[in-house]
């Protein structure tokens, strides 16, 4: 059977996520006079113009960021890059980022009025049947309660789901035991629900030290990673830094290796709120644990710590999973890119994850993956 005779609706562009580099791409598509596919498209009138969608799976707009735990304020974030073409009003340093960021993005959306639908989440991005494994159109699922829900054909994917939904969760011995609580970054929201708690930090990234340090001030906290954190002396060189990490993660992606945690390529800052730490004494490093028991953890030599919450800041990893049946991921893990476009397929462009995970990353990498499809749909030159 034909994929076009499928019932599924068509845009040339389906653009998964709304967080910024979704919401880059979506500006570009529309600079270049993409139209919206939400209008009813009838097959006997063919593709007239190039169009797009973008599903959201969340329920407004913000992005992972309406997510944040409550006490991430605009004063800690590492700063939020403008989106294309929309300077961001002031903004109030001790204003929660879940509240600030968001409205930013909605009157970003409202300005532009981009076709944007949500609750939709994408369950699965496959070969349509009827098509090419490689170049033909691809089917979309995407599941949700309003009209745009359903199944999709669509030319090319720009995939920026980022990676809130998918958080790491490691494994230890005896963790089904514990009688205490077990957190992810991802579920915690503020300090006051673990005050006068023993809580076990794991995890040796930002997040970690910014929860650390301020669940220091109501709880007992003990913090543990893997390798000994390492911090950068001198004064943070955000320009010189960020563009050796991003060269890194580059090389990493192109020799299609799985990206490793931010701090991993560049080492530890010495923000106020990790000098906060240190100096109440609370930034005191321990080698991770080896057993979990009900009422504590094992330690590394072998002596019981008596604890009843576990938080686990131990980072994300990006979430693509409805892209597995593509089967894009390599021999060690990874998968290969050229830019933002994936080497294994080339209908497949990722965004706002590893070498654009920062938000001035992901404006660049919307631009770079629109620019890469319209270079795909220009017509060939006429024969010589």
Known sequence: MSSRAIGSRRATVVVIGAGQAGLSAAHHLQRRGFVSALAAWHPEAGEAEPSYVVFDANAAPGGAWQHRWESLRMA??????DLPGFPKPPLDDAEPSREAVPRY???YEREHGFPIARPVLVTSVRPAPGEDAHEGLLAVEAQGSGPAAGPWLTRFVINATGTWTNPLLPHYPGQESFRG?????????????????????????????QQLEEISRVATTLWYT???PVFLDGPFEHETLGRDTIAKVVADVEAGKPTRSVVSYTGLVWT??????????????????????PYGVREADGSFTSVDTILWATGFRAALGHLDPLHLRNELGGITMEGTRVAADHRIHLVGIGPSQSTVGANRAGRDAVAAIARELRPPPPDA
Do not use: C, K
């Open 76 to 81: 800690t974030v590492n700063g939020i890059f």
């Open 105 to 107: 993005f909605a009157a």
């Open 181 to 209: 609580r077990q957190l992810h970054t991802s579920d915690y929201v503020s300090l006051e629900e673990l005050r006068g708690r023993r809580v076990a930090v794991v995890g040796g990234g930002i997040s970690a030290v």
């Open 226 to 228: 893997r390798r000994e």
């Open 272 to 293: 106020p709120y990790a000098l906060a730490a240190r100096d109440r004494g609370v930034l005191a490093w321990r080698p991770m644990f080896t057993a979990i028991e």
